[in-house]
């Protein structure tokens, strides 16, 4: 009987582990067998092309490609300012939530939950609207206050998607902070307080060190986010060309090599490095972050 019901119970995670196998693991495995090959002309290119298993030599030019790794290094230094300041925002916001009243609290919750709701992209085509020096209001209100900025410069880009990253994204990380927060027994407030703990110290030495746990889930998984980093970008090249090239970030190499080069080989190389890469940007953000419990 006892087996009879875990073969039951098996049997309500077969759809999930079909889409896993068919939408996850395959094109993997695909992707991961067309990096291995590599398209060959015949003659002066006259001919027909053949494919040719060329084994770890796509590898080995990804790896040296310095576009790519280029475009690597530049994700990785903007998220290395990006992420600390969208989930401090986060989680600033999700302790003050955590210190109103549950009405109140309802209220905000949505209200900053807002920005999430709304598509990437129709949140960048807002956000290059606010900053065009034509239509945008950002630009008139800079020249009044005396500032003649410019968010398409090249210093300015990255502050520019980063701005946008960080409106859209600190609803999403706000909800799961302070879902966590609700979770911390409400006695360890109590004893603080009566020995004699302001609600700053409250935050700090007991409501986050508690949630310790979401800050790293919220860090993951704006580190995986931020490797992918592609429809802010590709936005913004329409409008600015001269600054956000076809290489500014690993995905649009990726994109460009399939879609308008038409060298899937390599862009399914690319792919899988980026995935490594982001493995072990995760790995190391894991074990620096998080530790066992005693």
Known sequence: MIRSQRWKG??????FQLGFVFLYLIPIG???????????QSGLGLGGSTEKFTGLANYREGLTDSAFMGSVLRVVLFACVQIPVMLLISLVLALLLDAATSRAASRFRILLLVPYMIPGVVAALVWINLYSPDVGPLTAIGDALGLHWNFFAPSMVWPSIGNLLTWHGIGYNMVIIYSALQAVPRELFEAARLDGASELRIARSVKVPYIRGALVLTGLLSIIQML?????????RNVTPQTVNDSFTPIMIIY?????????HYAATLSVLLALILGLASFVFYRLTSREAD
């Open 30 to 40: 695909y992707a991961v067998y067309q990096s291995l090959f590599r398209v060959q």
């Open 228 to 236: 992918q980093l592609f429809n802010e970008p590709a936005l913004f």
């Open 10 to 15: 098996a049997a309500f995670t077969v759809p």
């Open 256 to 264: 460009n090599q399939a879609f308008n080069a038409g060298n899937y």
